[in-house]
Nanobody
Framework: QVQLVESGGGLVQAGESLRLSCAVV????????VGWFRQAPGKEREFVAG????????KYSDDTKGRCTISRDNAKNTVSLQMNSLKPEDTADYYC?????????????????????WGQGNQVTVSS
């Protein structure tokens, strides 16, 4: 059974940084993709960033591009999301989600339908 254990959320001021981590437990190899999604109160869930089975495969939302960096450490089975220059509108619950299937690179990492495991969520609050 695959489990995702998230850490790193919290309360910061606008302009500060946070690093979210997602530990992957129970997956037998590194051939998985991970997407970070967020949901703010009263809003729909939205894609933040994703990384494929190869670290070269990365995608960011237009809002987070240039401010966020997604990375993976296969030795530690973790995926991290470094978020810089945070804005109050980044306030949301952040979820890491995992696709256990080794798919062709043509299947985009921002495709929400591919992710079937998700973590418990991490609250990020950015004050102005």
């Amino acid at each position: 059974q695959v489990q995702l254990v998230e850490s790193g959320g919290g309360l910061v001021q606008a302009g500060e940084s946070l690093r979210l981590s997602c530990a992957v437990v129970g997956h037998t190899n590194n051939h998985y993709a991970v997407g970070w999604f967020r949901q703010a109160p009263g809003k729909e869930r939205e894609f933040v960033a994703g990384i494929g089975w190869s670290a070269d495969i990365q995608k960011y939302s237009d809002d987070t591009k240039g401010r966020c960096t997604i990375s993976r450490d296969n030795a530690k089975n973790t995926v991290s999301l470094q978020m810089n220059s945070l804005k109050p509108e980044d306030t949301a619950d952040y979820y890491c989600e995992l696709d256990p299937i080794h798919r062709p690179v043509t299947v985009e990492v921002e495709s929400a339908w591919r992710y079937v495991y998700w973590g418990q969520g991490n609250q990020v609050t950015v004050s102005s």
